[in-house]
């Protein structure tokens, strides 16, 4: 069974930064695609970023620059580093994985809180 534990949420004044981990757990398989969802109060989750194992990257519109997605293979884990924080912003972070090929599956971390506030 897969697990992905998130950590790195917290209070960030406009304009700061914060680092967002996601450690998987499990068997992820080779081909993999890792990332983060956020979903702020009364609105849909919606896509923040998402990486593949073998490096593309996907991001929603509002990141604008402002959000960097990595990984490292070897651990298992998914890094959001993301800079120019507004309110907007504002939401809580779930880390996402889904394994292709011929187990697929999908898995959600449980929420790491995100709040941008002066």
């Known amino acids: 069974q897969v697990q992905l534990v998130e950590s790195g949420g917290g209070l960030v004044q406009p304009g700061g930064s914060l680092r967002l981990s996601c450690a998987a757990s499990?068997?992820?398989?080779?081909?993999?695609?890792m990332g983060w969802y956020r979903q702020a109060p009364g609105k849909q989750r919606e896509l923040v970023a998402t990486?593949?194992?073998?490096?593309?990257?996907n991001y929603g519109d509002f990141v604008k620059g402002r959000f960097t997605i990595s990984r490292d293979n070897a651990i298992k884990t998914a890094y959001l580093q993301m800079n120019d924080l507004k309110p907007d912003d504002t939401a809580v972070y779930f880390c996402?994985?889904?394994?292709?090929?011929?187990?697929?599956?999908?898995?959600w971390g449980q929420g790491t809180q995100v709040t941008v506030s002066s």
């Open positions: 990486k593949t194992a073998d490096g593309s990257t």
């Open positions: 996402y994985l889904r394994r292709l090929g011929l187990l697929p599956a999908s898995y």
């Open positions: 499990g068997s992820i398989g080779n081909i993999n695609v």
